[in-house]
């Protein structure tokens, strides 16, 4: 049996009080927040997280996990907002330290996320936001296969410009045909 939760380099676990302390770090780097967040940018604290946490460890529609490659905590991953009847949820991820970004992490993280939402959640599609100056987030979830859907034009307001909030989405068999494609060009 595959394990869901262990990729080559990361697995996915509970979001401690200690990742929360360093979670709460980020939130004071302009660049994350601009990233992460269309709130306008500000610290957040200790106590915020530790109840955003708790709150998605009762839910039964919002699944919150660590990224962390060995004992080192890079991330986190969320699959929240999960309408059950229609099978769809919501993906974010979040990886604070610039020096661990472009490293593949966040790769091997939503993979074993979306393995995990499409084949222990039986989910039927998964969807993100994302803004259209975050290149780096673009081109993850694009190599992932998710699909551009729409946007909502100039919906983020920052330093005097207008961008773009894209939408973009991923069905469980775009996934499973993917991995199939992969797997055979492997083989040759």
């Keep these: 049996m595959k394990a869901i939760l262990h990729g080559h380099r990361v697995r996915l676990g509970p979001v401690t009080d200690e990742h929360l302390e360093q979670i709460s770090s980020w939130f004071n780097h302009s660049l994350f927040l601009r990233r992460f967040d269309a709130a306008a940018a500000r610290p ?51 990886i604070g330290d610039a020096d661990l970004q472009g490293k593949g992490y966040g790769s091997e993280a939503m993979e074993l996320l979306i393995n ?19 290149q780096p987030a673009l081109w993850l979830y694009e190599k992932l296969g998710f699909a551009y859907e ?27 045909e993917q991995k199939e494609k992969n797997a055979e060009e492997e083989l040759e």
Excluded: P
Aim: hydrophobic letters at 40%.
């Design 116 to 134: 995990y939402a499409f084949h222990e959640l039986n989910l039927h599609r998964l969807q993100l936001t994302v803004f259209e100056y975050n």
């Design 44 to 94: 957040r604290s200790y106590d915020s997280l530790k109840k955003w946490r708790d709150e998605a460890n009762k839910s039964d529609s919002d699944f919150l996990f660590s990224i962390c490659d060995g004992e080192t905590f890079i991330g986190f991953v969320e699959l929240d907002s999960i309408l059950w009847n229609q099978r769809n949820g919501w993906v974010s991820i979040a």
């Design 150 to 176: 729409g946007a909502q034009r100039e919906f983020i307001l920052r330093d005097g410009e207008a961008y773009d909030m894209f939408i973009y989405g991923l069905l469980a068999r775009e996934w499973r």
